[in-house]
């Protein structure tokens, strides 16, 4: 597959869909205030009662988080056998992390933010790295620690089970 056939795939399910940041547990599907930049509620609730989602109930709940969305994307390409792996930025200043995805085609690696409601401006945008230290070298020189979190990212757990194993 092209570089644009995929990603029209990935985009078809997520951007076309109406996806909502948050996840869904019981039924229940928990959203942060989008009144506030930093909702303290909804990230409590991330670091407490949070687990990382099957691929199938993001896409019945049409909501996920950075790490939901990313097991769904790498579920679809895992279907059309095309190679991706998951990795975890951790910003160093702002002690944030966030999860995605890239993916291997035409000998390049690809990365496409997907993640709902991103704010960031490349947001549905492919960005494309000649190869794969192209792609650490952006975010460590950005004052990133980069993590590859392929085989680390499972279904049921928490995010202080996957930062403990990041430690590691």
């Given at each position: 597959?092209?570089?644009?056939?995929?990603?029209?795939?990935l985009?078809?399910?997520?951007?076309?869909?109406?996806?909502?940041?948050g996840f869904c547990?019981?039924?229940i599907?928990?959203?942060?205030?989008?009144?506030?930049?930093?909702?303290?509620?909804?990230f409590?609730l991330?670091?407490?009662?949070?687990?990382i989602q099957?691929?199938?109930?993001?896409e019945r709940?049409?909501i996920?988080t950075?790490n939901d969305v990313?097991?769904l994307?790498?579920?679809?390409?895992?279907?059309?056998n095309?190679?991706?792996k998951?990795?975890?930025?951790?910003?160093?200043q702002?002690?944030k992390y966030h999860t995605v995805?890239?993916?291997?085609a035409?000998d390049?690696?690809?990365y496409?933010?997907?993640t709902?409601?991103s704010?960031k401006?490349w947001?549905g945008k492919?960005?494309i790295?000649?190869n794969?230290?192209?792609f650490?070298?952006?975010?460590k020189?950005?004052?990133?620690e980069?993590y590859?979190?392929?085989?680390?990212?499972l279904?049921g757990?928490?995010?202080?089970?996957?930062l403990s194993?990041l430690?590691r």
């Open positions: 597959m092209q570089i644009n056939q995929i990603c029209d795939l985009k078809k399910e997520l951007l076309n869909n109406d996806y909502e940041y547990l019981n039924g599907k928990y959203k942060p205030n989008a009144s506030n930049s930093f909702d303290p509620d909804f409590h991330l670091s407490t009662i949070y687990h099957s691929p199938d109930d993001t709940g049409k996920g950075c990313v097991v994307m790498k579920s679809i390409l895992d279907k059309h095309v190679p991706s998951i990795w975890i930025l951790h910003n160093l702002n002690d995805l890239t993916f291997s035409e390049k690696i690809v496409l933010e997907l709902p409601h704010r401006p947001y492919e960005i790295y000649d794969e230290q192209s650490l070298s952006e975010y020189d950005n004052e990133c980069v590859n979190a392929t085989n680390l990212i279904i757990k928490t995010l202080d089970e996957l194993e430690a």
